[in-house]
């Protein structure tokens, strides 16, 4: 499979100098698939706004990711990066705090030359989310910034906040005429929101409904980090520019799909945050989903962000509801207990920090979908997340028909196993092809035996890509109102089933795959988790 590491549009695709990834198995013929309105990110001058600039997000993802981006020649020489954030700072040291997440977090080391120009550009604007005075000086230093750095007033506004204050800034940006309409590419105003959209359907219908008082929906750029990862991206690479894997990607030829996002860590820092939301919210009704919508869309009519969103959309609003048997049937929740995890003790998630000590918060979910339409009827996808897993790791296995019981196959007590793709997320990105071969010898004995594929170098980071794409004003990889908001009505009634059922989720112990009611649902169809 070629890596393709995309070039200034979706229509676009090149391999970055330097980052040639080598595969396990074959050799490389590099294509440049060029769009005629494709063009560098260094043409598109603006400012970037970062909302709490002085944050945990911003010192290990944000100021790393543009860091790369100037290294790699991709951030605009005319983009000045202003940080706005209620911390006791001016430029200086906020630019010594900015370096020193770089140091801490960047995939590649310092270079002293770039950083002299890069940290010249950065600014400190303290201020206060709530505080429409302070927004008035947030408008002067950026008129200073603008002038300085010819950006022509274009301003992208990352929200790097919590979700309570999103409504609040726009309103204030907008009242202090930070923000102008929809303009082409030439003159832009954009908005970046992080997950999670809400706390539930009408919770993010709610707060589109008030950004969207004061930013288009062309505007709007609604982050999720997972959709940014290389491998995710590949996976229409994969799928449509590979003429062996399309004719078998449906019914016809797929037994099942098997999705699986495991961490090993516990919920660490994040308690506050987890607490109310747990893994239903905070794993499958962003990360998951958009993956799952990957896999199974239909061949979009181009590249473009409308047409891969419009495919997407229709896989999500193509899963079949989930009824109150469904619920109780094929979904499964849990909570960590202790255990050990790679040898060392874990606390039972109750024991963590910020924790209640009665918390019916799930950490593990894992369920059942079926997806109604032509391609994938009679095919069941099964997703399991959870945290204090043996181990970190991201993968989507395809698991393909087994061959008639004849010839090879037909001997029922030593039946062969299933060809099976399986497409690594993280941490070893690359794909594996499982097939059947002959042991070498006299006799005929068979096994299954995994041809690899893996990314040798680096690949950039999701946060990389995606500033990258709002910078473009290339929405493919965001999430789309309708799209979360149909993600949303498929988890709510779960959501909504077990706050009502009066039993504590199930306890796994911390360093295994989770409660075995998870497995039970599997083998209930004649299936088991696939061992990783």
């Excluded at 294509?31 to 911003?58: D, E, M, Q, R, Y």
């Excluded at 409904?209 to 994969?238: A, C, P, W």
């Excluded at 339409?373 to 095919?379: K, T």
């Amino acid at each position: 499979m070629l890596k393709y590491r995309r070039g200034p549009h979706r229509g676009r695709a090149a391999l970055t100098q330097g980052e040639h990834h080598a595969m396990a198995v074959g050799t490389h013929e590099t294509v440049a698939i060029n769009h005629p309105t494709a063009k560098p990110t260094a043409n598109i001058p603006c400012s970037i706004v970062i909302f709490g600039g002085a944050g945990a997000l911003s010192h290990r993802k944000l100021l790393p990711a543009l860091y790369n981006l100037a290294l790699d020649g991709e951030l605009p020489e005319h983009c000045p990066i202003v940080a706005f954030s209620m911390e006791e700072l001016d430029d200086e040291r906020y630019r010594a705090w900015a370096r020193d997440g770089i140091e801490k977090f960047s995939r590649r080391a310092v270079d002293p030359a770039l950083w002299e120009k890069l940290g010249q550009r950065i600014h400190f604007v303290r201020g206060r989310f709530t505080e429409r005075a302070d927004y008035d000086g947030l408008r002067a230093r950026l008129e200073e910034v603008d002038r300085k750095y010819a950006t022509g007033g274009n301003h992208i506004y990352y929200f790097a906040i919590p979700p309570s204050f999103i409504e609040n800034c726009a309103a204030m940006l907008h009242e202090a005429g930070l923000i102008r309409p929809p303009d082409g590419d030439q003159h832009f105003t954009r908005v970046v929101i992080e997950k999670p959209i809400g706390y539930d359907l009408a919770s993010a219908m709610a707060i589109d409904d008030r950004v969207s008082m004061h930013f288009d929906e062309s505007q709007i750029f609604r982050i999720d980090h997972y959709l940014g990862k290389e491998t995710v991206e590949n996976l229409m690479v994969l799928r449509f520019a590979n003429a062996i894997f399309e004719p078998l990607w449906t019914s016809r030829f797929v037994d099942h799909v098997q999705l699986t996002v495991a961490e090993d860590e516990g919920v660490g820092t994040r308690a506050s945050y987890y607490e109310h939301a747990g893994a239903l919210r905070d794993m499958v009704q962003s990360h998951i989903l958009g993956v799952l919508s990957i896999i199974a869309m239909e061949p979009p009519r181009s590249t473009r962000a409308r047409a891969v969103r419009d495919s997407k959309l229709d896989v999500l609003r193509s899963i079949r509801p989930f009824g109150d048997e469904d619920i109780e049937k094929f979904t499964v929740r849990g909570q960590y207990g202790a255990g050990l995890v790679a040898g060392a003790a874990a606390p039972a998630y109750r024991d963590e920090e910020n924790v209640a000590p009665d918390s019916r918060t799930e950490t593990f979910v894992a369920m059942r979908c079926w997806i109604d339409n032509w391609r994938w009827a009679g095919v069941p996808f099964y997703i399991r997340t959870g945290k204090r897993m043996p181990k970190r790791t991201s993968e989507i296995a395809i698991y393909f028909k087994s061959v008639p019981r004849i010839l090879y196959n037909a001997n029922p007590r030593a039946q062969l196993a299933p060809n099976m793709l399986t497409i690594r997320i993280q941490p070893d990105e690359g794909l594996s092809v499982h097939i059947i071969s002959k042991v070498p010898g006299a006799q005929v004995r068979l096994q299954q035996v995994a041809v690899d594929f893996h990314y040798a170098s680096t690949t950039p980071e999701a946060y990389e890509t995606l500033l990258r794409d709002v910078i473009l004003g290339d929405q493919t990889l965001f999430m789309r109102r309708d799209a979360v908001e149909a993600s949303w009505s498929l988890v709510d009634p779960i959501i909504a089933a077990w706050a009502e059922s009066p039993a504590d989720p199930p306890l796994y112990a911390a360093g295994s795959w989770g409660p075995i009611e998870a497995a039970l649902m599997m083998a209930a169809d004649g299936r088991a988790w696939r061992a990783l």
